[in-house]
């Protein structure tokens, strides 16, 4: 089936037949063998315009799942700390704006699990612990980035999320936060949120995409090149249609996803979370899933070592790989022997600009 190509992108083939591969050992090799000659080109290649990354929203996770139930603690939730990147990059010459999870939060609190842990945890517990930070919107617009200069919308995955107030409802009900921003999102993860399984009914918003204008959202079956130095490359298992951001920036080259909670994830053998690497000598595994989702794990796997094949080592750590968790467990008194052994935190590259205000194409 040819892919699907969302206007303006460019599809990069170089995985296609590694993740076509039938077998889970030999997909694992080929993918990660591409994924090498894949590194080498966007590493040489051009680089984003500018990128930066705003909280979004934190709150509590259970230990379990942040760390696949390797972490040696009585602690049964740390902190997670959901963050939103805004991109500029080039795409033909022309500057174009990307934000990565630019998440609903009150839309999200509908998710059937954290409806669920809301009735379990006292509300005077829940507003010591959850922090909401600036509304997206006010925190782009100290940034001189207004609503409508917003191109595109992708989320690595769409566990949680409402996209009617980003995308707006057909019926005009709902208006959209990002008028002339267009959807990035996999074909296989819309049909699922469809009609679910019930081991991924709990991580949706049941209506999240109801009645939702789909003019402008595009569904991706492949990888992208979105435009100089930012592409965006399928990193199946956690969902069906999870996706990884990598991005080239003055500091080498970035991803970032949910398939891990921490930097530890992607390097259990140079953990000091207790039971990490215990757990990665025990059964010979490289990385340590963020494991709410059981059902697709050998994929998780194999798009985690595709990630952190792509991108550079950490300078200042060169043990641990440039992957921020796009919710990254923060030190918390909720959880204190479960620090992270570095936190990320951020990305921040280049300049941002105040893009043109251009006259839309009739469409
Ligand atoms: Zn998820």
């Given at each position: 089936m ?16 590694p ?78 704006t ?24 006292p509300?005077r ?40 107030p ?18 990035l ?20 918003v ?54 891990g ?6 390097a259990?053998?140079?953990s ?40 550079d ?17 923060t ?33």
């Open positions: 040819p892919h699907a190509v969302p206007p303006g992108t460019t599809p990069l083939l170089d995985l296609d037949e993740w076509a591969l039938g077998s889970a050992g030999p997909r694992l090799r080929a993918v990660r063998r591409a994924a090498e000659g894949l590194r080498h080109r966007f590493a040489a290649g051009p680089r984003a315009v500018a990128v930066r990354t705003l909280p979004v929203v934190v709150s509590p996770y259970p230990t379990k799942y942040a760390f696949f139930g390797a972490a040696l603690s009585p602690a049964p939730y740390v902190l997670i700390t959901h963050r939103c990147l805004v991109v500029q990059f080039l795409q033909a010459g022309e500057l174009r990307l934000l990565f999870n630019p998440t609903d939060v009150a839309g999200a609190r509908a998710t059937p699990y954290f409806a669920r842990l809301a009735a379990r945890i509300e517990i829940q507003r010591a612990i959850a922090r909401e930070p600036e509304p997206l919107v006010d925190q782009l617009a100290h940034l001189g980035v207004r609503p409508g200069d917003v191109d595109y919308v992708a989320w690595d995955h769409l566990h949680v999320q409402d996209l009617r980003i995308l707006g409802t057909a019926d005009g009900r709902v208006s959209a936060r990002f008028p002339n921003a267009t959807l999102a996999s074909r296989a993860e819309w049909s699922d949120w469809d009609d679910l399984h019930p081991l991924q009914r709990a991580w949706y049941r209506d999240g995409k109801l009645g939702v204008q789909t003019a402008r959202v595009s569904l991706t079956t492949g990888d992208l090149m979105l435009g100089d130095g930012v592409m965006l490359l399928r990193t199946p298992g956690h969902t069906s249609g999870n996706q990884t951001l990598f991005l080239n920036t003055d500091s080498g080259v970035w991803g970032v996803s949910e398939n909670t921490c930097a530890d994830s992607w259990p053998m140079d000091r979370i207790p039971g990490l690497r215990a757990l990665a000598r025990r059964q010979d595994v490289d990385v340590v899933l963020n494991a709410n989702t059981p059902e697709r794990g050998a994929d998780q796997y194999t798009s985690m070592i595709l990630e952190r094949t792509v991108v080592r950490v300078k200042r750590a060169p043990a641990f790989v440039q992957m921020l968790p796009s919710s990254e467990v030190p918390s008194a909720l959880s204190p022997a479960l620090q992270p052994t570095i936190l990320h935190r951020a990305i921040s590259h280049g300049q941002l600009a105040t893009p043109q205000r251009r006259p839309r194409a009739a469409e």
